[in-house]
């Protein structure tokens, strides 16, 4: 009858560290919105946000930059007010246009570092600053190669203002500066596994896939938009599902 009882406990605790394990891995499911340039186009972004807001099962959102105009103050306060509609976190990236006349500084003051990472769940998440030519310097590449070396996330995922190459090929010289320093950035990404890269910059969506690392280009919320509407035109965000391990990816336009 001992043994019985003994046999009987020893199932039911099995039974529960299956449990346990099984919620810890399901926990590790999320969705995350990624969206971009939405300088000069206050109604389009607010659409958005309202779009965003609609969204089920939300972590955070990234901002691939541009997100003022020309650096100055009142461009971040509205931008700040506006953001502050969102039922989520927002991550931003620095753009070109948000660094200009000191910008940046103020970019620095209200949201952080310029380059950072951070772990949610699995996966590792890495913002970079290349809005500029001299932003992008051999101490946050070291610091990027470091970074990458380190993190034992099952995901990750790299946010930029500008693409390392344009997935549309309709605007190839519109990218990071130095070919010589984003082949090899392209090659670190392929070496330590990175899922996506994201960024801004183009105005429009834009997809493609180089040597196992999906690259996305979206930069649609709002600013002027430069790709024809027949090849990612259009204003959108791109929602990121992880889940059992598995990582999706779908464009939704703000306006249908």
Do not use: C
Not at 114 to 123: G, I, K, V, W
Not at 231 to 252: M, T
């Amino acid at each position: 009858m001992a043994n019985k009882s003994i046999r009987y406990w020893f199932l039911v605790i099995i039974w529960l560290l299956f449990l346990g394990s099984w919620s810890f891995a399901s926990s590790d499911s999320f969705a995350f919105i990624v969206f971009g340039d939405n300088r000069d186009g206050d109604k389009i972004f607010m659409d958005l946000i309202q779009k965003v807001n609609g969204e089920k099962d939300i972590a955070f959102a990234v901002n691939t930059g541009d997100l003022v105009s020309l650096g100055r103050q009142s461009e971040y306060a509205k931008y700040k007010k506006m953001i502050s509609k969102l039922k989520i976190p927002v991550y931003n990236v620095l753009g070109n246009h948000d660094g200009v006349y000191g910008g940046w500084r103020t970019f620095q003051k209200l949201f952080g570092a310029l380059y950072y990472s951070f772990d949610y769940q699995n996966s590792h998440f890495i913002i970079l600053n290349n809005a500029f030519r001299e932003s992008f310097n051999p101490s946050q590449f070291d610091w990027l190669k470091k970074d990458l070396a380190a993190t034992k996330a099952r995901h990750k995922f790299v946010f930029m203002h500008k693409p390392t190459f344009d997935p549309s090929e309709i605007y190839k010289d519109y990218i990071m500066s130095g070919r010589e320093v984003t082949q090899e950035l392209m090659q670190l990404f392929t070496k330590r596994k990175v899922d996506y890269v994201f960024a801004g910059h183009i105005h429009g969506y834009a997809k493609s896939e180089r040597n196992g690392v999906t690259y996305v280009v979206t930069a649609g919320a709002g600013a002027p938009l430069y790709l024809p509407a027949a090849v990612g035109g259009f204003n959108h965000y791109v929602r990121i599902d992880v889940e059992d391990g598995k990582v999706s990816d779908r464009v939704v336009r703000v306006y249908d």
